[in-house]
């Protein structure tokens, strides 16, 4: 949130310290012109906070304490999870085939994990990656427990996902897009670790009163897919295709490197 007021403050005090200047030149004839040389400095300054301004703070709200993700990590373990994100459903819908190196974005517990290391197999690799490091822990110890030998784990930022460059077939982003703070900058490092023939797979919410309980994806989802679609497309990614994953809650979308 730091961002967002940063963005406001710097157009006020600008105004504030051109409005002395000028009052105290104008008396030597040099009001306009260091009026204009201060704001060509300053107004570029102001543009680059709202460019880089958070844009998740309602989806991540919950995410900024140890209490707060310890509920949410109740929800992302919940045994009934199975029946409502249809993993094995998933797996085979985004054609992820053995030997391939796959990477989970933002994997909290590491619910996915497991079906990713048994359909990658013993030649390939599972890279798990988040940028809280309690979800970390409690990821390493789903894969310790299930005893996942094809899985490592890396700590990314939240502009960042520090995936090893060109070395990746496929990035999942399971119910995380929404929580990208930075969009564009993690669309860049996802492009960066893909091959070059290497794909993302999104499976979002809809930003539907139906998608999730009390209508709550109304606020906490930032886009609809369409503009999901067109975001992800301005940052150098092609649609390959969209489906509906689960019936008017969540839909998945396949993309390659424009």
Known sequence: MKNHSLTVVAPIRAARVSKRFCVGAESHGRGKSLTVKLLAMV?????????TAQVAGQANSGYKTPQG???????????ERDATEKPGVLIREMMLQPGMTVADIGTGIGYMLPFLSRRVGTSGHVIGEDIFDDFLAAAK?????????????????????????????????????????YPEKMLA???????????????????????MPNGRALTHIRLDMPDVIKEIEANHFHLIEEKEHIKDVQYMLILEKS
């Open 69 to 79: 993700r310890q509920s949410v990590a109740a929800g992302l373990g919940s045994p």
């Open 189 to 211: 490092t996802i492009h960066k670790a893909l091959k070059t023939d290497g794909r993302l797979v999104v499976v979002e919410y809809y930003k539907r009163e139906s998608a």
């Open 43 to 51: 107004l570029p300054l102001a543009l680059a906070g709202a460019l």
């Open 141 to 181: 110890q789903r894969a310790a427990n299930q005893k996942l030998q094809n899985v490592s784990f890396i700590k990314g930022t939240d502009t960042d996902c520090n995936l090893p460059e060109g070395n990746v077939d496929m990035v999942l982003a399971l119910d995380v897009y929404h929580h990208f703070d």
